[in-house]
Structures are given as structure tokens and as C-alpha cells.
């Protein structure tokens, strides 16, 4: 394969990879401290959405990324505030985050732009353009959460007792330490990463939004989670990994197999999402979550 063609691969892959690593991040924090977040989707849909609706309003990129960060930390506070304030089920909560997303986005946007749920498109200095071989700032912000989160996890005070909360809140509790405190910092940290990656989509990657542009990336980051046993720098490896894949994907299009012909366009976007189901099922080995994960704390009386 000719170098060139390599080269744009893996340029593109780092570039697709982002938007997943943000969620991946987003989901390590907070399922970290307990609380389960089915609703990455959502909450990058949403910030997808400001981010651009913002971009546009205000002529810049960095407006945008602002309300996006602030939208997807309001959707999460809703999920943090039914999951550990009211103590409901997770998943449900996650999943009904992910369906309000996806519909009023739709709903808010056309209603504004009449342009069936699209945004205007973005132009200038409403979009983030490229500030070191060819990438984003966004790209280099992303990239360098990956060592804070390693580092603030497992060297700091902080990290160290919001990962207690997720194993075993009561002793937590018993030291004196609020664990609803530490699982709502970890739901607005996840906020903010569900941002970077929603406004990435929309602001960085492309140049406005559009209906579900999300794609399902919520949930491959969520399978790419678990595929690093929720560790931050295997997250960094496998979501480069589902980037690798789309990637080449993109370029396998159009690709004739002897004696078969073009191999359909479908079957080639669907290796990332195949691929996915092969390492689940088989290759990561047993990923054992944290231990107080999905599980409401009752403060013992």
C-alpha cells in the first residue's frame, strides 16, 4: 500500500477517533464513581447541537464550544439528579437521555432554522480550524485529557476517593467523605467531555449539525470503555482503534473482490460496528466494572 495512502489513514483516523476518546473519557469518569452512562449519545447529540446553534449565533467557534460544554452538563446534571438524588435506575435514565436528545434537537432545530433539524452552515471563525498539522485545538485538548485523567485518578486525592465511591461508597461515607458530592463532580466532569466531543462533531469535524449526526459514536465509546476495563490510557488505544477501523472503512469503499464484485457500501460501513461486537464477545477477556457501579447508595442510618 502506497505510503501516502497510510499516511491519510491514520491522519484520519486520529481525526475520527476524537469524538469517541471525549466520550470514553466522559464515560471512565463517571462510571468510575458509580454512576452507569448510557447517555453519552445523548449528551453529545445535545452539545453537537448548541455547540453549532451557538457557533452561528455568535460568529465563533469558541462561543459554540462554551454552550455546547453548558448543554451537555445540563442534560447530565438531569441524569445525575434522577441516578444519584432520586436514586432511580440508571440505565432507564441514560436511555430516556439518549431519546429527549435525539427528538428535540430535531424538534428545536427545525423550529429555528426550518431546515429540517439542520443548522445554518458554519463558516470562518464559527468553526475551529487548524492550529498544528492540520488539526484542531479541540484535537490537542482531547488528546491531553487522557493523561490528566490517568494522573488525577490515580495519583490524586480527588481521583482516589471519587474511584472509593464507585467501589464501596459506605466506607466512603463512614470517613467523614459526601458521596453524592464526588458522583456529581464526576457527572459535570463527564459533562464537559460529552461537550468537547459533541462540539467537535459539529464545529470541528463538520461545519454545522445535523439530525442523529451522532451516529451510534455514544455507544462505541461505551463498548471501547469497556475494551480498556476503564483505564485511560487503553481507552486512548481503543478508541484509536474504532478511529483505525472507520478510516479504513472510508477508503475500502468501493473495493471489487474477485469472483464477488463491489462489496456493498453498508457491509463496509458496518466493519466498525462489527468489529465491535468481535472484541465484546470474545477478545477482551472478563472486564469486571467497578464494583458499586449502576447501584444507588443509601446512606446507612
Known sequence: MDIGILVTIFDS???LSIPLLAACLAGLWSERSGVV???????????????????????????????????????????????????????????????LAAGLTAIVGNAWYGQGGRTPPLEGDQRFGGVLFGHSALVY?????????????????????????????????????????????????????????????S???AAGFLPNMTTGR?????????????RAWPALGACFLFGLLDASANQLQGL?????????????????????VILLAGVIGKAIPPRAAGIPYVKER
Open 13 to 15: 483516523a486520529l481525526r
Open 37 to 99: 452512562d448510557i447517555g453519552l449519545e445523548g449528551k453529545m447529540l445535545v452539545a453537537a447541537f448548541a455547540g453549532a446553534a451557538g457557533a452561528y449565533a455568535f460568529g465563533s467557534a469558541w462561543a459554540g464550544l462554551l454552550l455546547g460544554i453548558l448543554a451537555s452538563v445540563a442534560i447530565g446534571l438531569v441524569h445525575g439528579f434522577a441516578s444519584i438524588s432520586q436514586r432511580g435506575n440508571q440505565i432507564v435514565s441514560g436511555v430516556a437521555i439518549n431519546m
Open 141 to 201: 485538548v482531547v488528546l491531553l485529557a487522557v493523561p490528566v485523567t490517568w494522573f488525577v485518578l490515580g495519583r490524586t486525592r480527588f481521583g482516589l476517593r471519587l474511584r472509593a465511591v464507585g467501589e464501596n461508597p459506605a466506607a466512603v461515607d463512614t470517613a467523614g467523605i459526601s458521596v453524592t458530592g464526588l458522583r456529581y463532580s464526576a457527572v459535570i466532569i463527564a459533562g464537559v467531555l460529552c461537550g468537547f466531543a459533541g462540539v467537535y462533531l
Open 203 to 205: 464545529v470541528g469535524q
Open 218 to 230: 455514544g455507544f462505541i465509546a461505551l463498548a471501547a470503555l469497556i475494551f480498556a476495563k476503564w
Open 256 to 276: 471489487s473482490l474477485p469472483g464477488i464484485g463491489e462489496v456493498p457500501v453498508q457491509a463496509i460501513q458496518a466493519l466498525p460496528y462489527l468489529m465491535t
